[in-house]
């Protein structure tokens, strides 16, 4: 039989009851608190992203060149794009031996290096415009390249301009397949799987002699028409087993077509500012699925 506590006791269980619910109540908040408070590790990023090493800076190649040949136009462009790649290469390399060696590691180890590989592909550039024009001289004075020790993107690019202010900002700037393949317009496919690759005609070799005032913006515009071409390859692989039969179609090869329609124009007008106008360009827009 039970017996009604005495008014004291029922007191003493309200009274423990609520210092309980006081305790758990404060232990809500504390951990509430805790949970907003920035960890030590947002602060360690932000002073790794302050100890940025720099950006490798080069002079700019493509718009020191005299007017290129139609026969030299591929070799002229890859190589173009070839030293872009080296850029990008050295500021990859610049970040992960962030803290190597001595004061003179970047110098010896990066710059000096870069400088040798930019001489060999200059002087490819000069050799294949000489072979139909007057070869270009000076122009190895263009290949030291500089640290901009403050890591402001201000580095030009050796594509034109394609990306003002380098693309090797200290970033991990990967060579993409279009570094080998840009001068000819083509996906050489990087996945060889079932769903197969794009394939586009050429455009650098059906160009006339471009003027060396158009020879940047072409230039910019043939790393484009590469860099459309990568995507819809990269798109086809993304999006395998999506839509009907006619997905390829309407989704990748149709706006790539559109996009390449206007990169297109854009070289030939500027061709156009200071010589004949290329025509009939329009026929090299479309491109094809290859199994």
């Excluded at 920035?38 to 992203?49: H, I, V």
């Excluded at 550039?125 to 890591?151: E, H, Q, V």
């Excluded at 317009?185 to 059906?206: E, L, N, R, W, Y």
């Amino acid at each position: 039989m039970s017996r009604a506590l005495p008014k004291y006791n029922k007191r003493r269980v309200a009274i423990i009851g609520g210092a309980a619910a006081v305790a758990l109540s404060g232990a809500v908040i504390a951990g509430t608190a805790l949970a907003g408070t920035p960890s030590k590790s947002s602060g360690n990023n932000a002073r790794t992203l302050a100890a940025s090493p720099g950006t490798i800076t080069c002079p700019d190649v493509a718009s020191k060149l005299p007017a290129i040949p139609a026969s030299a136009q591929a070799e002229v462009t890859r190589n173009l794009t070839l030293l872009q790649t080296q850029i990008d290469e050295a500021n990859k390399r610049l970040v992960d031996t962030v803290g190597q060696g001595g004061p003179n590691f970047v110098n010896n180890a990066i710059l000096g290096p870069l400088k040798d590989k930019r001489v060999a592909t200059i002087n490819r550039i000069a050799t294949a415009i000489g072979r139909t024009a007057a070869k270009p001289t000076g122009l190895d004075s263009l290949a030291p390249c500089t640290l901009n020790a403050a890591g402001a993107n201000a580095g030009s690019t050796d594509t034109g301009g394609a990306a003002t202010g380098n693309a090797g900002s200290g970033a991990a700037a990967t060579p993409s397949a279009s570094a080998s393949a840009a001068a000819t317009g083509q996906a050489a496919g990087t996945d060889a799987s079932a769903v197969g690759t794009i394939t586009c005609p050429d455009v650098a070799s059906q160009l006339p002699a471009i003027p060396a005032s158009a020879q940047a913006e072409v230039t910019r515009n043939l790393t484009l028409l590469q860099t459309q071409i990568d995507e819809a390859n990269k798109r086809l692989q993304s999006t395998v087993g999506q839509g009907g039969p006619n997905f390829v179609q309407n989704a990748i090869l149709g706006p790539l077509a559109d996009k390449r329609k206007s990169t297109i124009d854009r070289i030939a007008i500027a061709i156009g500012r200071t010589a004949a106008k290329p025509t009939g360009l329009d026929s090299l827009a479309a491109c094809t699925l290859t199994k």
